[in-house]
């Protein structure tokens, strides 16, 4: 059974950095694609990053791209999210998610979700 708990979400100044983090279990982390995800209130859901099973390709959303960082410990079983140059437009939900198809990662498919942590950018 996937399991996937997020961490590290709050509040921060516009300007401000935070690091998101994943822990995963109960499948073969090295196996799966797997992506942060964000839904603000009233809007619908964006795929941030993907990064594949081994961590050789990662993607970005245009909004993102620059600031956002996504990376992986296959060791540690954890995926992470290092995001910088935080804006008020970045203020949503943020998921972590998890496929055994890259294909299906990548177009903002991915099977399992996380609980979510709240991200709040705002002075």
């Known amino acids: 059974q996937v399991q996937l708990v997020e961490s590290g979400g709050g509040l921060v100044q516009p300007g401000g950095s935070l690091r998101l983090s994943c822990a995963a279990s109960?499948?073969?982390?090295?196996?799966?694609?797997m992506s942060w995800s964000r839904q603000a209130p009233g809007k619908g859901r964006e795929l941030v990053a993907t990064i594949s099973p081994g961590g050789g390709r990662t993607t970005y959303a245009d909004s993102v791209k620059g600031r956002f960082t996504i990376s992986r410990d296959n060791a540690k079983q954890t995926m992470s999210l290092q995001m910088n140059s935080l804006k008020p437009e970045d203020t949503a939900m943020y998921y972590c998610n998890a496929d055994s198809s890259y294909r299906r990662t990548i177009e903002g498919r991915a099977g399992s979700w996380g609980q979510g942590t709240q991200v709040t950018v705002s002075s």
């Open positions: 109960g499948f073969t982390f090295s196996s799966y694609a």
